[in-house]
């Protein structure tokens, strides 16, 4: 068990643990300290070392010190451990040193008492804590460390606008501002290239006012939320605006930040807020049968209001406004392995224009959230995609236990990542074989899928099943590694690390190959900069962007992996970070299982989720998964955003088009490795026949039963 041992009477220090693979916890020196500090100091002081490292307290402390230590302790809501008396310095060492036996120590809380030097010595450890006057907000800094530094530089750019501020987790600002105020803030935040512009989340409250929380504005009746959410490494701030919901309208950033075309047009299309200067406001997500007029992400939705209007179909290939040729891929096309629609307009064989549509594997799994469990959405979320099936999940179960104030045993987090890790294999695979064969390379399709059923084996092995492995439960994990198990997977990986050798230096030598690769669809950093790409799209282009590293979760914490990047930034590149990347995977999965922590699978998790809101990101296979998931106190979700990396993605297809030659677009699609079904938000099935949840639910009973 993690703990801090806590030691108050008006002076606050606090040490990190630093954990190294197959070594000792390496406790490192601090040297913060306050005198006096005023309660609502020390309550704030508690809350963030109980948020941030997850630990239970160890009273050991006079007892004249009891009362205000109690007092402190239960304002900050922190966890409880044992209570123990020491009276004298030699009580206190000798203390020390028994507790070390018992516990895991991940910081603490120390006073002087009446010597001039507290020294608290944990073993190997010796922490000599000195006195000196030093203010509160020098505190925060250093708990926090580049992670203060980011949230205050946010908070110094957007206070001129900021009606309201709240920080409702370490790693969060929340910034509410006016409508009118949107683009100036968003300017501010560009300008100093304060992070990207991770997603947008439209809210539809649908009740009365009431009281908000602390630190944002009361929302009025009849008002839509729209939610801009900025990341920088670990830090998330979020800009909070509201509409009208009777004429809901908020001035579109893609001005700004042209990344932000897709996320505005599904917000758009979603919950009805018309975004004034929006470039493409074209129909991204729903069909063009589809009614003015009806939003599925709205509270008032009602799938008897869909009445599917008729839609004239072109004739020909040419755009009826501008007169080009327009060469249509998709939906139904050997290029795509999914449904998706991409236009192309071209002068000759010269791509001219590109633009795109999506929505057609559409099951309206973000409106379903609403209207079951915490539990059963797991499962629900998990089929969003099938080749990233484990990642979903794991980003969802990560935010529901944060909202519990859950975290799960350090054994379930090494599963989950081990899990991820095999998911990734296999989806590089997957993609290796796919990008092969767009490039007509059969024999480097046909071995790299024969490979990856190794893979896949090992996953049934494992998990019972070759996708959707569900893996994951709130609070933990359901399945436990054997030795067995763990012997089947170091065989697979030898072999699968031999034979990825051989391919990195397949895609790096084949001059065949190299013509449809090298030099081809190159992203420069700063565009991938500009167009908000993530994953290994952003690390081809040289750009340092992963959340294993960046934001450690779960077990990476425990269990790192290194940035793989390139600087080209073209086809080629992306070929050798995916590839590259499958040796992180061997290493970190080897690592897993020769030091695979021991303990339970799973904690406790409540069936009633405190209300509140959370951002959970994990870098998927393809980049960046984005969850916002809000509460309102019961037993199903209020909220559950999901962004997928591909969607992300998209946008830099779309400007890297230009300019290529058409035989090219097969190779560009196949590079940002696209995941269509990743993108659903809507209900509407069988033409003109609308189902609500309850009856494909009944369906599908009905159809297993045969």
């Avoid at 179960?397 to 859950?406: D, I, N, P, Q, T």
């Avoid at 700063?526 to 750009?543: D, T």
């Avoid at 339970?600 to 989720?609: G, N, Q, Y």
């Avoid at 509407?684 to 609500?692: A, F, L, R």
Wanted: hydrophobic content about 40%; charged content about 25%; some cysteine.
């Amino acid at each position: 068990m993690k703990a801090v041992l806590v030691f108050i009477d008006g002076i606050l220090a606090d040490w990190r643990q630093r954990q190294h693979l197959g070594g000792m916890p390496d406790f490192y020196k601090r040297e913060v300290v306050m005198k006096d500090m005023p309660v609502a100091g020390a309550v704030g002081c508690m809350q963030e070392l109980a948020q941030r490292y997850q630990l239970v307290y160890i009273g050991a402390r006079p007892e004249s010190a009891q009362a205000v230590t109690e007092e402190w302790l239960q304002a900050a809501h922190f966890p409880k451990g044992p209570v123990y008396t020491a009276r004298t310095h030699a009580d206190r060492l000798v203390l020390a040193r028994q507790l070390k036996d018992q516990f895991e120590f991940a910081g603490g809380i120390g006073t002087r008492w009446n010597d001039n030097q507290l020294h608290l010595e944990l073993g190997c450890l010796s922490i000599i804590l000195k006195e000196f006057e030093i203010e509160w907000d020098t505190v925060r800094r250093y708990l926090l460390g580049k992670e203060y530094t980011a949230l205050q530089t946010a908070l110094t750019l957007l206070t001129p606008w900021a009606k309201a501020t709240s920080q409702p987790e370490t790693n969060r600002l929340d910034v509410t501002i006016e409508a009118n105020d949107l683009i100036p803030a968003v300017k501010a935040i560009h300008a100093s290239h304060w992070g990207y512009l991770a997603a947008i989340t439209g809210l539809d409250p649908a009740t009365p006012a009431k009281p908000a929380p602390a630190g944002q504005t009361a929302v009025a009746e009849g008002t839509l939320q729209a939610l801009y959410h900025f990341c920088a490494g670990a830090i998330i701030v979020t800009l909070r605006t509201h509409t009208s919901r009777a004429d809901a309208r908020l001035t579109s950033i893609c001005g700004v930040i042209p990344a932000a075309s897709l996320f505005e047009r599904e917000l758009s299309e979603m919950f009805g807020i018309t975004l004034t200067g929006l470039p493409h406001p074209d129909r991204l997500l729903l069909p063009d049968e589809w009614p003015d007029g009806v939003y599925p992400l709205r509270k008032d939705f009602d799938p008897a209001q869909i009445q599917l209007k008729p839609v004239a179909v072109a004739s020909n290939g040419k755009n009826g406004k501008s007169g080009k040729f327009i060469v249509p891929i998709g939906p139904q096309h050997p290029a795509l392995k999914e449904p998706g629609h991409f236009e192309f307009e071209v002068d000759g064989e010269t791509v001219t224009g590109a633009s795109v549509r999506l929505g057609y594997v559409h099951r309206g799994i973000e409106r379903a959230t609403e209207e079951r469990n915490w539990t059963q959405n797991l499962y629900l979320l998990e089929r969003i995609c099938g080749i990233c099936s484990h990642h979903h999940a794991f980003a969802y179960a990560l935010g529901v236990e944060k909202l519990a104030g859950v975290e799960a045993p350090p054994r379930a987090q090494a599963i989950r990542e081990l899990a991820a890790g095999l998911e990734r294999i296999h989806s590089h695979l997957l993609w290796l074989g796919v990008a092969a064969h767009e490039a007509g390379f059969e024999t480097l399709f046909m071995y790299s899928w024969r490979d990856r059923e190794t893979v896949m084996d090992i996953l049934e092995a494992f998990t019972g099943n070759r996708v959707n492995y569900s893996v994951n439960v709130l609070g933990g994990v359901k399945l436990d590694m054997t030795d067995e198990i763990a012997a089947s997977i170091r065989r697979g990986l030898d072999f699968l690390e031999e034979r990825t050798h051989h391919y990195l230096k397949v895609v790096t030598t084949d001059q065949a190959f190299l013509r449809r690769t090298r030099g081809v669809g190159t992203l420069t950093k700063e565009q991938a900069e500009e167009f908000g790409v993530v994953g290994p799209m952003a690390r081809a282009s040289g750009l340092t962007r992963d959340i294993r590293v960046e934001s450690p979760y779960g077990a990476y914490k425990l269990f790192p992996i290194e940035f793989v990047m390139e600087t080209a930034g073209d086809l080629e590149a992306k070929f050798i970070v995916r590839l590259r990347e499958l040796f992180e995977s061997y290493k970190a999965i080897r690592n897993i299982l020769d030091h695979l922590p021991v303990g339970d699978l799973t904690a406790r998790m409540p069936r009633k989720i405190p209300a509140g809101e959370t951002v959970s990101r994990v870098e998927a296979p393809r980049g960046e998964l984005f969850y916002y998931i809000q509460s309102s106190g019961g037993e199903m979700p209020a909220r559950v955003k999901v962004r997928t990396p591909s969607l992300c993605n998209f946008s830099s297809v779309l400007q890297v088009a230009v300019g290529h030659q058409l035989a090219d677009m097969p190779m560009l699609l196949a590079g940002i490795d696209p995941c269509f079904s990743c993108n659903d938000r809507m209900v509407v099935i069988n033409g003109d026949e609308t189902w609500t949840w309850e009856q494909l639910r009944r369906y599908g009973i009905e159809y297993y039963k045969k």
